[in-house]
């Protein structure tokens, strides 16, 4: 069966009220557009959502899942699914996994009763080919979603986490007009060396969302809820569904 919807979200630890503290509403906007986001990959129609966020390497997560920002300063656990006994597949995930279920787990969604998850991470490093075949791999025997984490370039201004890069911000328009216009093809060719230059970590899971799109087949139409670089980094929320 194919691919119906996805949704694109970044993974800062500050979209955690808990984790943000005092500063948390000054990402306010960014919550609303991913709660927006997340919502409607919900009433998609999918029974089961992929959940794809970048890490050292590329591997499949054990069923249910469960992660902590303790290393953020706050002691929060989410969990995302159960088993019988509390038993625990994947425990310590990956910055950009732990955000994505603490999306999906932030608030009750309709849609969500007998929906199934599962969770990949992507090495951040994978050429941009190997993320093309891998998600070109991805289809299930029922209608799926994808909830696709990564962050823009880290390179927006001198305060950013890696100091001001001139290159920065015409790669992210890139990336947002790619987004809003569901541009497989423009995705797919996002250059890994400049993108690791300039800090980005969406680059594999994008480019795993536009072959599991293409793979897909058909018409998509996309809505980019949000764009902007608050603290010198990118970030993007997006929504795709099949025309």
């Given at each position: 069966m194919p691919l119906v919807a996805a949704a694109v979200c970044p993974h800062p630890p500050l979209i955690v009220p808990e984790v943000a503290g005092a500063a948390a509403p000054e990402l306010d906007d960014l919550r609303a557009a991913c709660d927006a986001a997340v919502?409607?990959?919900?009433a998609s129609g999918a029974r089961s959502i992929l959940v794809i966020g970048a890490d050292d390497r590329s591997a499949d997560l054990d069923f249910p899942f469960r992660g902590s920002f303790a290393p953020w300063g706050v002691p929060l656990e989410v969990h995302l699914g159960s088993l019988p006994e509390g038993r625990v597949g994947t425990d310590g995930l990956p910055l950009s996994l732990l955000?994505?279920?603490?999306?999906?787990?932030?608030?009750?969604v309709?849609?969500?009763?007998?929906?199934?998850?599962?969770?990949?991470?992507?090495?951040?490093?994978e050429p941009a080919e190997a993320?093309?075949?891998w998600g070109a791999k991805l289809g299930q025997s029922q209608d799926w979603a994808l909830l696709v984490m990564g962050d823009g370039s880290a390179c927006r201004g001198e305060k950013a986490p890696g100091y001001a890069d001139p290159r920065a911000e015409a790669y992210d328009a890139?990336?947002?007009?790619?987004?809003?216009d569901a541009d497989i093809e423009a995705l797919l060719g996002l250059d890994p060396g400049l993108s690791a230059q300039l800090v980005v970590t969406g680059?594999?899971?994008?480019?795993v969302l536009a072959a599991a799109a293409r793979a897909a087949g058909g018409d998509w139409r996309a809505e980019l809820r949000y764009h902007a670089a608050p603290y010198g980094v990118a970030y993007f929320v997006a929504n795709w569904e099949r025309s």
């Open positions: 919502a409607r990959l919900c955000v994505g279920a603490w999306l999906l787990r932030r608030r009750p309709a849609g969500t009763e007998g929906m199934s998850w599962r969770m990949k991470s992507v090495g951040a490093d993320c093309a075949a890139g990336v947002a007009r790619a987004l809003a680059r594999a899971p994008w480019q």
